[in-house]
């Protein structure tokens, strides 16, 4: 019974490709996240839906999407992958206002 | 703004020390939540506390304590007799605001070792 999950754990795949991350919560939150942390283990923001809106859209390349189509899932497609886009990639979903957010494992997405 | 800074990139202490990990953050909102969050070296983040800028009352849980002051600005977390299953990388991490959605700003980690 995982609160958040994430699909693949890991994924490896050459530059150029497109690969998507697929995200659910079974938690009842309205709101869901992607965050990116970098080799030096720090973590961004990316994206952020509230029900099923997307809210927040920080300084991120259009390569990538988001994708949610129901209030428990939020995909991450990403375009054209380059080698700077290796990193960990961690959904995650909160409930309004209680603002503390649960995390999924994290997908390691390596590009070669 | 909002920043958090943490100044404590790495920290070592044998089994049974206690250990403090520094927090200071930066925000213009006068309502604003604090958070504390593990990542051990599997991976995943698991979420500690939260605090929201109405309760400066300190928070102890087990051998985990939280001490926020307003006045300067922290959110330090302190670990009493630190056990190795304590090694992990700690964020704190700052939520300005109201609303329904927010984001986590992030400090840049402790890395906590602990050896026997």
């Known amino acids: 019974d995982t609160a958040v999950s994430q699909t693949p754990k890991y994924l490896v795949t050459q530059m150029g490709n497109d690969k998507s991350i697929k995200c659910e919560q079974n938690l009842g939150h309205d709101t869901m996240y992607w965050y990116k942390q970098d080799s030096k283990k720090f973590l961004k923001i990316m994206f952020s839906y509230n029900n099923k809106e997307l809210i927040i859209n920080e300084t991120v390349p259009n390569r990538f999407s988001p994708k949610s189509p129901d209030k428990a899932h939020l995909n991450l497609h990403i375009n054209s992958l380059e080698l700077g886009d290796s990193a960990v990639y961690f959904c995650?979903?909160?409930?309004?206002?209680?603002?503390?957010?649960?995390f999924g494992q994290g997908t390691r997405l390596t590009v070669v | 703004a909002q920043k958090v800074t943490q100044a404590q990139t790495e920290i070592s202490v044998v089994e049974k020390e206690d250990v403090t990990l520094d927090c200071v953050y930066e925000t213009r909102d006068t309502t604003y939540y604090l958070f504390w969050y593990k990542q051990p070296p599997s991976g995943e983040l698991v979420f500690l506390i939260r605090r929201n800028s109405f309760d400066e009352q300190n928070e102890i849980s087990g051998r985990y304590s939280w001490n926020f002051q307003k006045s300067t600005s922290s959110f330090n977390f302190t670990i009493t007799a630190s056990q190795v299953v304590d090694s992990a990388v700690y964020f704190c991490a700052l939520s300005e605001g109201g609303g329904t959605a927010s984001k986590l700003t992030f400090g840049t980690g402790t890395r906590l070792q602990v050896t026997l």
């Open positions: 995650a979903s909160s409930q309004g206002t209680r603002k503390e957010a649960f």
